[in-house]
């Protein structure tokens, strides 16, 4: 912190503190200085801000606070902030100002650190299949803030305002719920409590949650923040399990099956014949003795099933258990034994028990299991089981000292597999990753696919030096960087690997992830296609994503973006009707940035509103200037992200933009995709809707299938247009029941009068197909990528004399 003192409004220099001049490495007279040197130091936009405060200052005795940011002599920007405060004579005029200044440098680095990482773990969060809920100090849940699909009971729960306690919760939950009420109240952590709640139209849900309470610094008690998992399906297919189990059990008892005893003075165990038949020994040749039978227990079941037999004999109480064996073909069952003691004239004589071959039970519950944590492609673990092993290895390694590490594996040049081969071609060349995968570690890791081309590794007791675990992860990438022969054609691919050391790397599941996500991030900056360990001083990547969306905001102040047009063909007249554009921005340093990796950064920053206005403008004013040069009137759609629509006057905005380039309404498409619909209510987005609609612009629903599809937006808003994911064209010329799908939903689009888009089309019999269906246009690669304004109407024109040329060859098929 330094001072400094001004004695007047009209003076050019003023007197500053030693540490004052220390901290920013100025030069003094006696502890004068020119009031121009320091204010050549502040930045353009804190040098007029610091000007106008300190002007009013004098003028109008007003005290300033103002964060600022100036220039070292090293380069460096530093954060600070600058107080002013006047001081008055006798008369009440201003007779000297003064004030310090404050270096928050640090802190404003720390506070930056802290909301990328907040943001990393909301997207952690938004991607899980449970929600978070929170409670009041009076255990009123509060209301999930955003709409949560399923039945009146689940809306019950969501909606909060009153205890879990006070909800219509089944009867059967009562003392469960007592019990939990009294945790509750008591201020105890609580973990995987279960409960089903009943709506007023009769509609039930059963909630599996864990909490915590949260307590302020003081020691008051807050509440309980915690999570939630809706396991209605879950339990009633384990119901169902359990009561064909049951009515085995009573079936085996009363008819005797599976029967074994042991006597104690004997020694000796005797099966029943149904019990050989069971395991599928032969009676004649199999001596049931526990040293004969321990060799085909599995794991450590052999020692567990002779605890449970010691605790029979010792307290004389009913047991069961669950074990796993080999039967004598060698294929694992899975066996529900219970054990009892046989008591004569009150004496343990022995143990009698049955056995019930569960394994198809067992084999279900696997199934769901794996069905919740598996990734339906690949069979790999999915991101929601990766975190929770990742978060027990972590625990693991702090309490027993054990090490580990985390390899996160990013395929390189995928997208291009699924451009230039398909979809359908991209799925199998995962398939045949997660293989390689499997054949590289084997049983002694943890693999996981984390979606999209993005893989994770955990190995659990991985004592390697740094550079076995590169030269482990280099090997991985040879054997990935291999020609892969699709059915589609040969594809070429890479990896990219990140690792973390654990724990030293990450005390925390997040914290770990974040740095090996942090090491791949650079290893793709450094070239991509190798590994790299991670270090402390990648959290500097953090900066360059911030640095990134600085560069991305000043292409835009500065209009230096692209807007580049694809091709819309009408199947029927064999014209190019119109063109969707698309955003294209060329970094100063890096050259062309894909969309995908800097609309991501526009959406966090809150950039993607100007993005959006921005192509909206240049669209509507590049129409126009076709429309002047005499060319045919065709449409131009441009894409509208929903941050546009909820955080601007959109419908004001649109508006502005048609009359001030002069483009038709009737030719303005926007297109809205569905997650518009995720987080509010549809009478608000019906009245914007409805709004742009009366302006005389188009309505397209953009990726229509692909996440939160609903028949009732197509019967309720005025959409005019639909547009087909790509997921549903690519390869429909070879898979029967895609063709059936869209068939359908052409079929229904027309029916509610909307003209139906098919994007993504690569392949001629692609386009085929998609005509025989009565599609009304067609996008995509296989008439031409997006291509720059001033080559789009000649890419049109070659377009429709290709048509023109095919013409008469289909009508003749």
Known sequence: MGYWESHSAAATDFWISPEFATFYDFDTVDGFISIATVQERYLPESRKVLEAHYAACWAEGQPYAVQARLRSTDG??????????????????????SGIVRDVTEETSTLRRLAESEQRLADFVSTASDWCWESDAAHRLL???????????FQTVAAGRRARWELAYAPEDAEAMAQHRADMEAHRPFRDFTYTLIGQDGSRVSICTSGKPIFAD????LGYRGTSSDITQLRAARALLDQRTRALEEAHQLGKIGTWSHRLDAGRTIWAPELYQLLGFDPDTFEPTYENIRPYFLGGDADRFRDVQKRVLRTRRTEATDLRILHSDGTARDLAVICKAEVAHDKVIGIIGTVQDVTERKEAERQLEQLAYSDPLTGLANRALFTRQLATLIEGSALQGRSGALLLIDLDRFKEVNDSLGHAAGDKLLIQVAAALRQEFGPRAFIARLGGDEFAVLAEGCGMSDAALTELANRLIGRLSVPVDLPEGEAFVGATIGIARLPEHGATAEAAVRNADLALYMAKEAGRGRAQLFEPVYAQAVDQRLDLGRHLRNAVEAGTLQAHYQPQLDLRSGRVTGFEALLRWTHPGRGPISPAEFIPIAESSGLIVDLGQWVL???CRQGRAWLDAGLPPRSVSVNVSPAQIWNVDFETTVSAVLAETGFPAALLCLELTESLFVDHTE??????????SCLGARLALDDFGSGYSSLGYLTRLPFDCLKVDRAFVGGISIAPEKRKLLGGIIALSHGLGMTVVAEGAELPAE?????????????????????AADEAPLVAASIEREACRARPKRNRL
């Open 218 to 221: 003081d020691g008051t008690f």
């Open 617 to 619: 403008r240049e669209a």
């Open 683 to 692: 009478q608000r987005i019906s009245r914007t809707l409805t709004a742009l």
């Open 143 to 153: 209301p999930y803030p955003k709409p949560l699909a399923g039945n009146a009971a």
């Open 767 to 787: 386009v085929d197909v998609l005509g025989g269906l009565d599609c009304d246009l067609v996008q995509g690669f296989v008439f031409s990528p997006p291509v």
């Open 76 to 97: 460096r920007v530093l954060d600070c902030v600058v107080h002013g405060e006047p001081e008055f004579d006798a008369r009440g005029q201003v007779r000297r100002v």
